[in-house]
């Protein structure tokens, strides 16, 4: 008989090695494509800048074409170099990628500083470990900027304003993170010059973001602004997160944390401030151009913070809310040392509304007040329309504690601007002075459900935990405000 297997292994040994060929050869160009693209994150020195091929796909969020070191481009971290070319070089290199993924500027350990420069969208600022830009002090470094529509001139000076050390109008997915580095805005001496009068404009913040959507910042410390730290302004989709806000808490004169400004869908959390003036402020325009703007700050959500505010507040709605604010929950939020706890402030010429606001879960240590809603913050522009009338209604309180409270609730109405469906369930708060009156109210309609200690103002309806009426107040328009402690 014929023995075919033999015959059947010689026809297969050439078959395996054309297989064998082909699959080595596949391979070799897989790599060598993996290898191309890999490329692709590599720094480029600033004098090629290869553009790297367009993707196949959109770029998913947070991710770059290109990476680059401040260094490339001339910086110096030696704390003396004013490195604001090297920026706007590196700023420019990364705009020509903006399609293509965008680039990420790492600012390495050491001390850089500079003037103020602008940011480009699709683009990560990321500052390494021990890495600190320094805001140039020479206020003529600081480019003056028109008034923000929605104050009708500078908050402090007529006229134009400083701008931001860090910048960026008409923006999108833009990302400012690192390793907790600083940026720093050396705000002593536009403290000292403001206190004796000697600038001619507004002061500028530290970082100002303006029309823009899809922002996060994260993990970086900010400190030592010479106005307000982090102002978002008419921005939407914007996540500030786990970042550190310093400023002294005295003689550092409105050095507040974090102000967004006319935003929507904003979320805040997981941040340690303290700072010279408010923790947070919420606002969204002054008077009669927060009117005419029109441009209400909504959909936003504070939590797990730890704030200090020797001469404000922890977190504040207003008093610039001349656009409305509506939606916001503030939760898990521990303020100590502090003046106030939680405001809301306005005035008669703000108009507009605050309204559907929750706070749970809030802890005051030793404050002088818990909860502060004020109707008569009178601070106005020229030509205010004092007939117009904020609306204040829907707020929530629910979980709130705390010890060395000296007043734990003051809420002042008026006749013509009262404040309606206040709610209040699960309180106890330690007070410091038990021969007080601590829980003053104005002008409040609003109900308690269940027990709360300190009790509650006469203003206020009385339900038990089952959510049934036990007493009707008809003392709403009753005013026992005392600042007499």
């Not at 010279?276 to 002054?286: C, H, V």
């Not at 209604?393 to 705390?402: E, M, P, R």
Request: aromatic share 10%.
């Amino acid at each position: 008989m014929l023995d075919t297997s033999r015959f059947n292994r010689r026809r297969l040994i050439p078959a395996i090695t054309v297989l064998w060929i082909v699959g080595f050869a596949l391979i070799y160009l897989w790599q060598t494509d993996s290898l191309t693209r890999i490329q692709l994150f590599v720094r480029a020195p600033p004098s090629t800048l290869p553009p790297p091929p367009p993707p196949s796909q959109p770029a998913p969020r947070g991710y770059r074409a290109v990476v680059y070191n401040l260094t490339d481009f001339g910086g110096v971290g030696d704390g003396k170099t004013v490195n604001t070319e090297a920026f706007e070089r590196a700023i420019a290199a990364i705009k020509i990628y903006e399609d293509k993924g965008g680039g990420q500027l790492n600012v390495q350990a050491g001390k850089w500083l500079t003037a103020p420069f602008n940011l480009t969208s699709r683009m990560t600022l990321f500052l390494e470990e021990g890495a600190v830009i320094l805001g140039i002090q020479d206020e003529r470094y600081w480019p003056l900027m028109p008034p923000l529509p929605s104050y009708g001139f500078g908050r402090e000076q007529a006229g134009p304003r400083y701008g931001s050390l860090i910048h960026g109008q008409h923006l999108k997915d833009v990302i400012i993170t690192g390793h907790n580095g600083t940026i720093n805005g050396q705000g002593k001496s536009w403290w000292t010059k403001h206190r004796k009068k000697l600038l001619n404009y507004t002061r500028g913040p530290l970082i100002q973001i303006m029309w823009s959507r899809d922002i996060i910042i994260s993990n970086v410390t900010l400190r030592d602004s010479p106005f307000w730290t982090l102002h978002p302004y008419d921005c939407k989709n914007l996540t500030i997160a786990n970042l550190t806000i310093l400023a002294p808490v005295r003689g550092a004169p409105n050095t507040d944390g974090i102000d967004p400004d006319s935003c929507e869908d904003v979320l805040i959390e997981n941040c340690y401030i303290s700072v010279g003036d408010d923790g947070i402020a919420i606002k969204s325009g002054w008077d009669q151009y927060g009117i005419a703007y029109g441009r209400p700050s909504t959909n936003i959500s504070i939590r797990n913070l730890t704030i200090r505010s020797v001469v404000s507040a922890g977190i504040s709605i207003g008093s610039e809310m001349s656009g409305g604010v509506s939606n916001i929950s503030v939760q898990n939020i521990h303020i100590w040392e502090s003046r106030r706890g939680v405001r809301i402030k306005t005035a008669p010429g703000r108009g507009a509304y605050v309204k559907n606001i929750l706070y749970r879960n809030i802890t005051f240590d030793n404050l002088r007040v818990g909860i502060v809603i004020k109707t008569d913050y009178n601070e106005h522009p020229f030509g205010y329309d004092p007939k117009a009338l904020p609306d204040i209604k829907d707020i929530s309180y629910f979980g709130i504690h705390g010890t060395g409270v000296r007043v734990p609730v003051r809420i002042q109405g008026g006749p013509e601007i009262p404040i309606r469906d206040v709610v209040f369930q699960d309180m106890s708060v330690g007070i410091t002075n038990r021969k007080k009156h601590v829980f003053q109210c104005s002008y409040v309609e609003g109900r308690v459900i269940g027990y709360i200690f300190p009790a509650a103002c006469e203003n206020l309806d009385i339900y038990n935990e089952r959510g049934e009426l036990v007493r009707r107040s008809d003392s709403q328009n009753v005013s026992d405000i005392d600042y007499s402690f």
